[in-house]
């Protein structure tokens, strides 16, 4: 069974970077597509970005294109999500999830992940 542990949120200003972590265990990472996450106060739950689990294809929601990055790690279990240029719009919950249904693929929007990490908030204010 796969678990995922979030980590690197916290406060920052408009215009500011953060990377977030997403750290696996108990499976083999490299089975799995792994999607980041996020949720807005008072809002639903938006799907911002995946990487397949071996040649690595990344997709990307519109609103956060040319501004983050997805990476991944096999080798460390851990996958990452470089976020730049944030804006106030980007403050919320970040949730990484991995599901193997779709190997070596990424599961397709709206698909719900079988695993998911705890989240980790990140605010963006001046």
């Known amino acids: 069974q796969l678990q995922l542990v979030e980590s690197g949120g916290g406060s920052v200003q408009p215009g500011g970077s953060l990377r977030l972590s997403c750290a696996a265990s108990g499976s083999q990472l490299d089975l799995y597509g792994i999607g980041w996450f996020r949720q807005a106060p008072g809002k639903g739950r938006e799907g911002i970005s995946c990487v397949s689990s071996r040649n690595f294809t990344t997709t990307y929601a519109d609103s956060v294109k040319d501004r983050f990055i997805i990476s991944r790690d096999n080798a460390k279990n851990t996958v990452y999500l470089y976020m730049n240029d944030l804006q106030s719009e980007d403050t919320g919950v970040y949730y990484c999830?991995?599901?193997?249904?779709?190997?070596?693929?990424?599961?397709?929007?709206?698909?719900?992940?079988?695993?998911w990490g705890q989240g980790t908030q990140v605010a963006v204010s001046s």
């Open positions: 999830a991995g599901d193997p249904l779709f190997f070596p693929h990424c599961p397709p929007p709206g698909f719900d992940f079988h695993s």
